[in-house]
């Protein structure tokens, strides 16, 4: 098999792997070396359907060990297989690389023969990279669940950051769609890299040139619409494992039917972007922004709103924090305002040192007035001449996009006029389109 | 108090010509209506001053900017002259007017009717260098890396510093269409020269394999179920797009390489 065809099956089981950042470490190449990276990430393209491509992303093999019936790779699909070789790989990663393709190489791999043969071909890829062309780009490595600890330490020193995928957002639904896999073999990998990353903080403080493991630290990603988990589990569980596991991002990924199996969502479903969408923006929520999961769904909010982004739907919901004086507001109060992000508050702050914010200040700043005129006031006073009734407001926190919706889903319900303070259950016909999250038919 | 005056300084088109400018505003005491560059028309109604190049008084405004503003200042103003902001060289003159007068707080007026265009000019230079550092795409022959890009701003200069590191011991050349300018590095010096025209050398078989391969991954990596060409172009604009091996149809073009006036080096930050 030549290798067009080994990039071809290869790249093509990889895709549906959502990260593909570059970011988290700041390095530049030695001296006799080859590469570098940034922390802000760089991306090298974007595919046609929108998303990054910072990375060589592919399989070391698609050949599998295990079934997991969601996934494009399992033993009992009829692909075509095919592996690499740890040299092949190196030297195309390293070509590409030389043509400014790619910001480094994301290697996964379906579990060949064991976990640990599989570790041990990614290590060989790894360190012809890192060893023999002395390669100081970026280098993301998935750790394979069951192998040795001592393998995986050993990928984590060569790679810059690791991750561990979750999968599935419940213990339930991954002993359900895969059988292989447990809670126990993910977490165990997890936790370790975990361990070793904060051991390796300390020895870094106590020998500055103390070889790095996983300098760009940990991410997972798991699959949203397979299984019936709410958006409130599956933001509960993000915030855990941010918390637990110190991770530096959770993916989340729609899911696309590959497979016809009667656990799954059939085949004709599609991917539920806009629930991906929303539990991105919450993401964001939760580690700039300083919210907590709990503030943004609660038992009564099962599901994040259709049209209306979560930070919107949390000021609605809490008017009384409102409106903010913004030449006063201090900046973790700023953040809380629609309309106003974490690169626009910082100019707020910056630019009231030397002078009174106006309205028509605010907009230079970056700020969203569509938005957050709802919720601010500059010197006392509230912008002249706004409509505050709430379908007027409710209108204005909605992209043409969730506005046209809306309205196309209005005349579903019959003229009906939609209440943001409804709870959800009563959108649920309108809202078809856009939350498909399908449950099992147990 | 300085009064603005009905003139229009002409000066060399360099950064020392344009500091010398600033110079000449403060001595005559008087704010030029327009400070134009050398290939720019004259406009005959109104009366013109040509400034010239003092390397003196230019350095003594050179290294004012630093000791009596800030650090930060001096960068930014430096970036704003790389920009394509149209009237960026009045603009440049009437902040630093400014900025004396302010002092380093001046980076925080934010909403001032001067600083604001010249902030947002130099945020779309530092957008449009960032992206590039990515969306520029190699061709290897006879062992150099050649690249050619065409950039609104004059965005080498912020390229020079990224490239040396990521390739220490390759040589390269980008090359700037717009601004016929090329970024020339081999371990391990850097220099950013004048380059009339550059025609891409022929490609050995080694380069158009890594060609096609490129674009069987940049295919192959979409999920098609997806697929979304507005946010594609949101994030990848199209200007960019012709100078990318994955969108080029014939990846195999033969042409000859000829090779520009390397020998006026000019002024680099």
């Known amino acids: 098999m030549d290798i067009f065809a080994k990039l071809k099956i290869l790249s093509d089981a990889a895709k549906y792997d959502a990260a593909c950042t570059s970011s988290g470490v700041d390095k530049k190449a030695a001296r006799g070396g080859i590469g570098s990276a940034s922390a802000c990430g760089i991306c090298h393209t974007f595919a046609g359907d929108g998303r990054c491509v910072s990375l060589l992303k592919v399989l070391f093999t698609n050949v599998c060990i295990y079934d997991c019936k969601y996934c494009v790779n399992r033993r009992s699909a009829e692909t075509e297989k095919a592996a690499f070789t740890p040299r092949e790989l190196a030297d195309l990663a390293i070509q590409f690389y030389r043509r400014n393709y790619i910001e480094g190489l994301f290697l996964s791999s379906g579990v060949i023969q064991s976990p640990d043969y599989t570790c041990e071909q990614m290590i060989e890829t790894l360190r012809i990279l890192r060893e023999d062309y002395k390669f100081n780009g970026y280098i993301h490595a998935k750790a394979i669940p069951g192998a040795d600890s001592l ?292 | 108090m300085s009064a603005t ?50 390397p003196l008084k230019a350095k003594r405004v050179q290294s004012s900017i630093p000791k009596k503003i800030s650090y930060e200042v001096y960068e930014f103003v430096c970036q704003a002259f790389l920009t394509c902001f149209p009237k960026k060289e009045l603009y440049i003159l009437l902040f630093l007017r400014q900025a004396y007068k302010w002092g380093a707080q001046i980076m925080n007026r934010l909403t001032d009717e001067i600083v604001y265009p010249l902030y947002k000019a130099v945020q779309h230079l530092q957008k449009e260098s960032h992206l590039l550092k990515g969306f520029i795409r190699f061709s290897v022959a006879n062992q150099v890396l050649i690249s050619e890009i065409g950039p609104k701003n004059f965005v080498l200069p912020l390229l020079k510093q990224h490239f040396m590191e990521r390739y220490p011991e390759e040589k390269f050349l980008i090359y700037d269409k717009i601004h016929q300018m090329g970024l020339l590095y081999q371990p391990y010096q850097a220099r950013i020269v004048p380059i009339d025209a550059l025609e891409m050398p022929e490609f050995d078989e080694t380069e158009i394999q890594f060609r096609q391969l490129w674009k069987l991954f940049y295919d192959t990596i979409e999920i098609k179920g997806r697929h979304n060409e507005k946010c594609r172009m949101t994030q990848m604009p199209k200007r960019y797009w012709d100078y990318m091996t994955e969108f080029q149809t014939a990846p195999m073009v033969r042409r000859k390489i000829v090779e520009g006036p390397e020998k006026l080096p000019i002024k680099n930050k």
Not at chain 1, 186 to 202: A, Q, V
Not at chain 1, 277 to 296: S, V
Request: aromatic share 10%.
């Open chain 1, 151 to 442: 393998l995986i330490a050993r990928l984590g020193m060569l790679a810059d950051r690791m991750s561990v995928n979750i999968e599935m957002p419940s213990q339930h639904s991954l002993q359900l769609l895969a059988p292989d896999k447990s809670k126990h073999s993910i977490l165990t990998p997890m936790s370790y890299i975990k361990g070793r990353i904060e051991e390796n903080c300390h020895d870094l403080v106590k020998y500055r040139h103390a070889p790095k493991f996983a300098p760009a630290g940990q991410s997972t990603q798991m699959i949203i619409g397979a299984s019936p988990e709410t958006d409130r589990q599956i933001l509960s569980l993000t915030e855990g494992l941010y918390r637990s596991y110190n991770l530096k991002r959770v993916f989340f990924s729609a899911y696309m039917p590959v497979m016809e199996d009667k656990l799954l969502p059939s085949l004709d479903t599609k991917p539920p972007l806009w629930r991906e969408h929303r539990l991105y923006q919450a993401d964001w929520l939760l580690r700039f922004y300083g919210f907590a999961a709990k503030e943004l769904l609660d038992a009564e909010n099962e599901n994040f709103h259709p049209y209306v982004d979560p930070k919107c739907n949390w000021a609605l919901h809490h008017m009384d924090f409102f409106p903010m004086d913004v030449n006063r507001a201090p900046f973790e109060d700023l953040l809380r305002i629609p309309g106003i992000g974490v690169r626009s508050a910082q100019r707020i702050i910056a630019a009231r040192r030397s002078g009174i914010l106006s309205f028509a200040g605010l907009k230079k700043l970056g700020v969203v007035m569509k938005r957050a005129q709802y919720f601010i006031s500059c010197k006392g006073r509230k912008m002249p001449g706004l409509d505050m009734s709430r379908q007027v407001v409710l209108r204005a926190m909605m992209s043409a996009r969730e506005a046209k919706l809306y309205g196309t889903d209005l005349g579903f319900a019959g003229g009906r006029q939609l209440s943001l303070f409804e709870p959800i259950s009563t959108l649920e016909t309108s809202a078809k389109e856009l939350i498909k999250c399908l449950p099992l038919p147990m």
């Open chain 2, 5 to 54: 005056a009905d003139v229009i300084y002409n000066y060399d088109g360099t950064f020392e010509g344009l500091l010398c400018c600033v110079f000449e505003s403060y001595d005559k005491k008087e704010i030029p209506i327009a400070i134009v560059g050398p290939d720019c028309v004259q406009n005959m109604l109104l009366a013109s001053k040509d400034i010239l190049t003092d």
